[in-house]
């Protein structure tokens, strides 16, 4: 069972809020309540934001608990289900305690075992009020039936390839600084456009310069490599990294961008993760280089907070400059779009409710799923409307 949620809670009695290694800065980029995903099956490495930022927002506050996957369990079930447990959890998290990590595992065992659900996880984001710390939690879950549509991921790979020119020793080195930059206050994590396709850090502070050519440099000769690694070693780290590299990798757009599209199935969270993120940012800042819709629309509803937001994202974008997208969404997509905009996690709900607007010409609140629901059944009569 993935410790790291419980982790992440406890740590935030600190005044410090981690970033992950496959997720160093909100999409959101705008948003004055910019999420960061606190947890992932890849331990959090180091702070997201500088402690004295930390500290003026206050002690963090849970500002939802929610589910999604299943109309068997809500929010409400939910807390009937755990009882006073939750809350016992959700306190001892937020008091440093260690075994609020036990509970969390007990809750897991205890979910999959009632409802028999194949996955069940917790997904903690936080979102940076104006002068509070909010954390998101989402219990992820997946049914059996749902699960090759949920969950249609690659086999893992099992070759092992050299690290080409010492690139994802030096990515990891860059990171590593980069996140001490951020925890020290000297850089703040929000991405820039860059020389790269994605940045999540830019180059711009005198201890990260140096990787900017280094990265351009290494590129030039060894992208074809880092294709290879990001499709077939079996290392998940190696196949995360690799990702953010290629985005350095200008000169072929296209092949990047198919390689991070097909990475979308990859069976590893933080691959999935990065890969999305280097296609956000290429939607929001490369808008010359076609992307393909169809494989972010199976995302939509993949089994993770972190795939479905990042796939939200690139579909937002994406859809604010073509009428062919937005066609294709008012087919294919709206019930799924009300089943997002009504999640507790804020950005899935302010993104699902402006693709929802963007390609219907409607203007219902994002609090009225009914409305939304009843215009789509005029638009599509006999369309499957079940609630997930």
């Not at 008012?330 to 899935?348: A, F, G, R, W, Y």
Request: charged share 25%.
């Amino acid at each position: 069972m993935n410790k790291t949620h419980a982790v992440i809670l406890l740590s935030l009695v600190s005044q410090s809020c981690f970033a992950l290694k496959g997720d160093t800065v909100p999409l959101q980029k705008k948003s004055a309540a910019a999420p960061v995903e606190a947890g992932s099956i890849v331990a959090p490495k180091k702070s997201a934001v500088p402690e004295a930022k930390a500290q003026a927002e206050g002690m963090p506050q849970i500002g939802s608990v929610g589910t999604y996957g299943s109309s068997r369990i809500n929010e409400v079930t939910l807390k009937e289900f755990l009882g006073k447990d939750l809350d016992i959890w959700l306190a001892k998290g937020l008091a440093s305690d260690p075994s609020a990590m036990e509970m969390e595992e007990q809750f897991v065992s205890r979910i999959k075992k009632k409802f028999g659900f194949p996955f069940v996880e917790w997904s903690i984001v936080q979102h940076f009020d104006p002068g509070q710390l909010s954390l998101h939690l989402t219990l992820d879950v997946v049914e059996e039936k749902d699960a090759a549509r949920r969950m249609p991921f690659f086999a893992a790979p099992k070759e092992e390839f050299a690290d080409p020119l010492g690139l994802i020793k030096q990515w990891d080195d860059y990171e590593n600084t980069a996140l001490n930059l951020v925890e020290s206050g000297e850089i703040e994590p929000e991405a820039e456009k860059c020389v790269a396709l994605h940045c999540p850090f830019g180059h711009k502070h005198p201890k990260l310069k140096p990787y900017e050519k280094i990265f351009q440099i290494g590129l030039k000769t060894q992208g074809a490599k880092l294709l290879e690694i990001v499709k077939s070693d079996k290392r998940a780290n190696y196949r995360a990294s690799a990702a953010f590299l290629l985005a350095y990798w200008t000169d072929e757009k296209k092949k990047v961008v198919d390689s991070m599209v097909e990475r979308i199935k990859d069976p590893d969270a933080v691959v999935r993760n990065n890969a999305l993120r280097v296609l956000g940012d290429i939607a929001e800042f490369h808008k010359e280089t076609p992307i393909p819709l169809g494989p972010f629309l199976p995302a939509l509803d993949y089994p993770k907070v972190s795939d479905r937001s990042k796939a939200l994202y690139v579909v937002h974008l994406l859809s604010l400059g073509s009428n062919q997208v937005r066609e294709e969404l008012l087919k294919t997509s709206v019930p799924t779009l009300v089943n997002l905009m009504e999640c507790k996690q804020p950005d899935h709900r302010e993104l699902a409710h402006g693709i929802l607007r963007k390609i219907s010409g409607k203007e219902f609140p994002d609090s009225d799923s009914r409305a939304w629901l009843a215009w789509y059944k005029k638009l599509a009569p006999g369309a499957e409307l079940s609630k997930k």
